[in-house]
DNA sequence: GATGAATGAGCTTTCATTCAT
DNA sequence: AATGAATGAAAGCTCATTCAT
């Protein structure tokens, strides 16, 4: 080889801050999952959208399915952390499910990636069961928090008799997994405000006009 | 070789009934679209489960997206005539809400891999958008559908003001596909019949214990 | 099955002259044959061109090789007859080559797949061994054809000394094969004409002008 | 397990040259599409002359038709590299030509594999409509290399009038595919260059004997 | 004589993963 | 820490061929 030519040089880039790598392979993987799902996400995808090779991945991850867990750990945590602290100085149920619905648009138009995510873990977890076993025990937070305040609210008779914590846990799963689909499919953001607007006055029973005259 | 093993004849197969075959191919692949997705649903397992080879599949569908929009459209075709028929007695928008609840929560009992199939093909239409193109046409179904309830109990003074047709429509939107994505994923009958209750009473503005006084 | 229904009779169809398909179904070989060549040509393509099924095709041949031998062997016939008819009137061989460019020129402008087929015959004998075989005995033909007027030309001192029949021959052959990919690849039928009449000036010595000045 | 398989190990290879398989891969792949032609050339044929695995392939060219065009390129630059170098030094056109058949004769027996793949390209652009569009840019300067000599002959009055310079393109065109056609499909170098004399004397106007006297 | 269902082998291509350097 | 050459398994798909009807 000619002495002159300029090769790109092996080994450890000098400039680049370690641990930096990781962060961006792990934004960089959250955003692919969301967007396009685990199957269409290949390592190729990620390595070029980090800039280095799909061989470097496996310096931070084991496997692909670890790369997915990472990424999911980290939108679960700052998905709930926002939430927690959405609810944490509300007092109602009904001011609880408020201020989770609107972080939930908030959410969705700064982070996109982060809701799609949530959108589609579940169905990755049916699809490759070897993502089940290692999401279960993540997607337990998710389950705590809402059961949580619908336990409370059920006890401190914020809701109907009739409706069980089981119930409300189960309704609000509804609401809340079906919001965060539609908030991944329509980009549009008034729509979204909209909406959310929308399930708020349905909590409050205000949906259907004069329902006494019925 | 395996004594045992039973060698497939060549040529055409004695004593199968024409028209049975294609119909278990579009029944075994709707299961798998539905239960694992598009991308993990390949063309053996399809195969496998009708007890044909990969080849065979190429008898009836042109490809494997054609076989998708086969059992989409058969989906669909059986879903959306349940639902049309089930409102069809009812006047009031809360009457036809509660009635698609209602069929929804039949069909995900009876027939669960049609809900499975509902969820799923909007997330598939944007991972594969040469599925989009022939899924739009077939969708705008669904759409209408919806569409001309929430606009007919617009127009009627059903809902309250402030909500438009456009908002009601999302909002349903949002709690259908929650529903299905529930009642894709959680297979206790009596949980999926409760939370069909509840989201009744959600419309009827009765969740919340007394409204009037807050 | 509804007895009503008009099916498609089953067996052999009453109103197709026995013979007739065997016809068409070289004919339309002979043509996707030269047009794309063996590989390319399936067995479906031929069918469909035909309007039978691809399972017909084997009560006529007992394989695809074989349908390619045979349309090999119709174009062999006419080819190489009209190229007998057209030397034997002439005495020289400079009459005689003459007329077999203009034959030729006529054929690939009448029946373009003839020209096509001897064109790829070479090629698709060393591709698939298995042709060799059989294309071999047939292809004895042409080869005798030229042997013939080649070592009559040179026994009745027609051609310079020094060459010799087969050198004649091979030369010929230059310039038939040459002759028949240009006139496979060129549609054009004057610049067809004119080749040919340079190539017999060509042959008569007047090409490169005052060679004597030199 | 036949203990005595070598079993290839996974990962970087120790001590292969880079840049050496990419030149082998496209040597062995010039070889296979010269003397089989495109479609019989699979990829499995060339990986296993090259002795690695058919995905690798992948590493070098994006699809099999990069492949075809890389190893075309390549034949294409030495093979014109060679006949323009042949003809530099001549000033007549009677001198060119004879250089160039000279040049094919000696290509044709120490790199058979050039002249067949020289011969093939044009069928193979027929067949092939996807491989024709790259090819059609690399083709020109075959075209531009024979226009020039031909243009430059006519001008400068070295051949008989009435012979426009399109005609002696094409002449040369189907004396040359003829040679090739020949020098790929018979072994005999010395035939080759008996044939090669002879079109020499084709174009010196000497092949027929005494053709004044007629 | 012809259909149409089906096979089995093989094709091009993709991809997660490995590992010498 | 990172590259890049390579693997092996599997994917979607095509095709010549077979054969009960």
Redesign the interface.
Known sequence: MNPLAVRKKLGRPCSVDPGETRKRLILEARRLFA???Y??TTNRLVADAVGITTGAIYHYFPSKKDLYIAAFAEVQDMVYGALEAAVVNHDT??GKFSSILDELANISTSEPSFIGFV??V??ES???PELAQDLKSLRMRTVMFLHEICEEAVSK????????G???H??I???????S??SH??NDAQ?RR??V???K?????????A?AV?
Chains 1, 2, 3, 4 share one sequence.
């Open positions: 967007e396009i799902g199957d269409a149920f009904s959108v589609g579940a169905a049916q699809r490759h008779g914020e809701v109907n008799e009739g409706i069980t089981q119930v409300l189960d309704m799963d509804v609401v809340i997994s079906g919001l689909r539609f499919v329509v729509r909209d909406v607007e929308g399930l006055y349905l909590m409050a029973g205000s949906v259907l006009s329902p019925r």
